[in-house]
């Protein structure tokens, strides 16, 4: 949904959608914002509890892809539920930089996590990472893939959140957000965003 400064002001229920990569400060950000005003949904998390009702595992994409909605969010791109945001929320992508690139590397480095993976980025990789790796699907050390794969995975969804965001949303930056402490520094972050566009 794109909204003048003017319409976004004057937008009495936000509903807003924060797209960006796993720890970039999606959850952080939404826990800045009143708890009596905002209702915070996070996404991996009710596929993980209420979905599939046990903590996110390695084969999440597996089990998730087994309802169709949440098949829909996976994908993200082209499908009924990334319309439904588009068409009743406010989509803002938190664009990360070379510091924030460079954290999130290292994170998924000291602690790798299941992630989902489009299936042709996948299977490309796999492929890649076999022949540069000499490894099996078999004998492979799945953390040492999710180590591999993870900046060229980073690279991979900034190319479709920006297409996203270029679309039918905002953009702001990463580095901006750590000064967020308020509802009103969200909500002017945002603004500026969309007077800048």
Same mark, same amino acid.
Request: charged content about 30%.
């Given at each position: 949904? %794109?909204?003048?400064?003017? =319409?976004?002001?004057?937008?009495?229920?936000?509903?807003?959608?924060?797209?960006?990569?796993?720890?970039?400060? %999606?959850?952080?950000?939404?826990?800045?914002?009143?708890?009596?005003?905002?209702?915070?949904?996070?996404?991996?998390?009710? /596929?993980?509890?209420?979905?599939?009702?046990?903590? /996110?595992?390695?084969?999440?994409?597996? @089990?998730?892809?087994?309802?169709?909605?949440?098949?829909?969010?996976?994908?993200?791109?082209?499908?009924?539920?990334?319309?439904?945001?588009? =068409?009743?929320?406010?989509?803002?992508?938190?664009?990360?930089?070379?510091?924030? @690139?460079?954290?999130? /590397?290292? @994170?998924? +480095?000291?602690?790798? %996590?299941?992630?989902?993976?489009?299936?042709?980025?996948?299977?490309?990789?796999?492929?890649?990472?076999?022949?540069?790796?000499?490894?099996?699907?078999?004998?492979?050390?799945?953390? =040492?893939?999710? @180590?591999?794969?993870?900046? +060229?995975?980073?690279?991979?969804?900034? /190319?479709?959140?920006?297409?996203?965001?270029?679309?039918?949303?905002?953009?702001?930056?990463?580095?901006?957000?750590?000064?967020?402490?308020?509802?009103?520094?969200?909500?002017?972050?945002?603004?500026?965003?969309?007077?800048?566009?």
């Amino acid at each position: 949904m %794109k909204l003048t400064a003017s =319409e976004f002001t004057k937008w009495s229920n936000k509903a807003i959608t924060l797209l960006g990569m796993s720890g970039i400060g %999606k959850t952080t950000l939404a826990n800045k914002l009143p708890k009596s005003k905002w209702f915070h949904y996070s996404g991996d998390y009710r /596929i993980g509890t209420k979905y599939l009702e046990e903590p /996110i595992l390695d084969n999440i994409k597996e @089990r998730a892809m087994e309802v169709s909605f949440l098949k829909d969010l996976l994908k993200l791109i082209d499908t009924d539920a990334m319309e439904a945001l588009i =068409e009743n929320t406010m989509i803002v992508y938190i664009e990360d930089n070379q510091e924030a @690139r460079k954290t999130l /590397i290292e @994170r998924a +480095k000291v602690h790798p %996590k299941p992630l989902y993976y489009n299936k042709d980025f996948l299977m490309s990789n796999l492929e890649i990472y076999e022949d540069e790796m000499k490894e099996s699907p078999e004998s492979m050390d799945p953390n =040492e893939f999710v @180590r591999w794969i993870f900046p +060229k995975l980073l690279e991979y969804r900034k /190319i479709k959140y920006e297409s996203i965001a270029n679309q039918h949303g905002y953009t702001i930056q990463a580095s901006k957000t750590v000064n967020v402490n308020s509802e009103s520094d969200f909500l002017g972050l945002i603004l500026n965003s969309i007077k800048s566009q």
